[in-house]
T-cell receptor, first 114, second 108 residues
Framework: NAGVTQTPKFQVLKTGQSMTLQCAQD?????MYWYRQDPGMGLRLIYYSASEGTTDKGEVPNGYNVSRLNKREFSLRLESAAPSQTSVYFCASSKGQGRTYEQYFGPGTRLTVT | AQRVTQPEKLLSVFKGAPVELKCNYSYSGSPELFWYVQYSRQRLQLLLRHISRESIKGFTADLNKGETSFHLKKPFAQEEDSAMYYCALDYNTDKLIFGTGTRLQVFP
């Protein structure tokens, strides 16, 4: 099992460009998440999806959109990238909604917006 | 508002020394707390969760509701424990808020 995979690993964008970060999991998990991590800060939740067909905002959703394409895939879209969105983005998944379920993380995507 | 604080950015110890990584939280409800770890060139992964009351790789963490703390402890550090450690709080049914992390360096 590959677990949680993310593409691309690295990306450089110019201000105003758009892009989609892809995430897939092969563990048959119900819940999926997108986080960003900035230097000196913890991971912050951007959006999450409790199940196929549902999405909800996290702490820092502004400037992002998400799509839960199916149970396996959860994409994050930046419609008009800004330098403030320079960050490392992590996708995660978990078995379900429950306060003790472990979250499994992808390797991350390092995004630079110039 | 909920918050997780890890006051130390870096903790350096020698092999065999005891380790305590501090975590304090602010949350009005019943807390569910976790420690996640990221070893060099590896993914972030769960180390332990308070509800399991388990010891993983020699690490333990006790929830102290009076002091609102969930410190991670190990009596004898090993070089392979060197990593970034993140404390996390589940504040709304599988939504996590993370602390800023503590880098543990264990010298031989």
């Amino acid at each position: 099992n590959a677990g949680v995979t993310q593409t691309p690993k690295f990306q450089v964008l110019k201000t105003g460009q758009s892009m989609t970060l892809q995430c897939a999991q092969d563990m048959n998990h119900n819940s999926m998440y997108w986080y960003r991590q900035d230097p000196g800060m913890g991971l912050r939740l951007i959006y999450y999806s409790a199940s196929e067909g549902t999405t909800d905002k996290g702490e820092v959703p502004n400037g992002y959109n998400v799509s839960r394409l199916n149970k396996r895939e959860f994409s994050l879209r930046l419609e008009s990238a800004a330098p403030s969105q320079t960050s490392v983005y992590f996708c995660a998944s978990s078995k379900g909604q429950g306060r003790t379920y472990e979250q499994y993380f992808g390797p991350g995507t390092r995004l630079t917006v110039t | 508002a909920q918050r997780v604080t890890q006051p130390e950015k870096l903790l350096s110890v020698f092999k065999g020394a005891p380790v305590e990584l501090k975590c304090n939280y602010s949350y009005s409800g019943s807390p569910e707390l976790f420690w996640y770890v990221q070893y060099s060139r590896q993914r972030l992964q769960l180390l332990l969760r308070h509800i399991s009351r388990e010891s993983i790789k020699g690490f333990t963490a006790d929830l102290n509701k009076g002091e609102t703390s969930f410190h991670l402890k190990k009596p004898f550090a090993q070089e392979e424990d060197s990593a970034m450690y993140y404390c996390a709080l589940d504040y709304n049914t599988d939504k996590l808020i993370f602390g800023t992390g503590t880098r543990l360096q264990v010298f031989p």
